[in-house]
């Protein structure tokens, strides 16, 4: 048993010579240099990992090709590069100009302590004062483009009169009749005119309606013709419109000298 098994292992390592032989003979120059970089490069990928300690993240990769956490990676690599290749440079100096100008709108806000008005500017939000004051100003940019020249003249020309009027009346003394009004405000003397002019305008109605009755009654008066004696006397006195005239008079004279005894005492 042993003499075959000697045997068997002669034939076996001759059988392994005669192959490393027969590559030796089908390998040029080129394919073993090639396998000599290709060695040395595998060698220095090691001793690389080996520095990096790359050994630690392999429970991390495995992990993330259990969950395609990788195979996402790689898709988004490839639309990044997809991306990339589809941007032209004028595209590229306007995403340049637009982030340069965000970070100079970002670097003015901070400079200028907008963020204080953030508070302001929510509660603004929340109350709807923000949306009034965009339909105001919507609202003035539509009257300014509503008015013509000539509208534009002539609020100017009443603005204008307007501030003459007030120099004028600056000028003519309305510092003292300010002084004037505020002395009649401490004395009570304006919230007696205030209580007195409704009765004083109806007192006014008054007398202009008695005034119209004494000329309506002189014209009607006059157009009447004027009889003599006393028959005719007799008859205005039987009148008795005559007569309630002469007790109207009579009740005003005796009022008017009620109020003038009044007076005197």
Known sequence: MKTESNEEGVVVQHEVQRVIAAA???????????LAGSAAEALDLVDQVGRANLAKAIP???????????????QLARVYHASQDALTDEMVGRLSSAMGEGLSLLD??????????????????????LERLAQLARVYS??????TDEMVGRLAETVGESLSLLD????????????????????????????????????????TGL????????????????AGGIGSLWRIMKD??????????LSVSKKMQEKCAAKHT
């Not at 003519?172 to 009765?199: D, K």
């Not at 005034?211 to 004027?226: I, Q, R």
């Not at 008795?240 to 008079?249: D, I, N």
């Open 24 to 34: 030796k003979d089908a390998m040029t120059d080129e394919m073993v240099g090639r």
């Open 60 to 74: 991390k990769l495995a992990e993330m090709v259990n969950n395609g956490d990788l195979e996402r990676l790689s």
């Open 108 to 129: 003015q806000v901070n400079r200028s302590g907008l963020e204080k008005a953030l508070p302001t500017i929510s509660r603004m939000v929340a109350d709807g004062d």
């Open 142 to 147: 539509s009257a300014q483009d509503a008015l």
């Open 168 to 207: 004028r009346f600056n000028r003519g003394g309305a510092g003292r009749l300010v002084e004037m009004l505020a002395q009649m405000q401490s004395t009570g003397a304006l919230e007696r005119i205030s209580n007195t002019l409704p009765n004083l305008l109806e007192r006014l109605d008054m007398v």
């Open 211 to 226: 005034f119209n009755c004494l000329e309506e009654a002189a014209t009607e008066s006059g157009k009447k013709p004027a």
């Open 240 to 249: 008795e419109e005559t007569v309630r005239s002469l007790q109207f008079l």
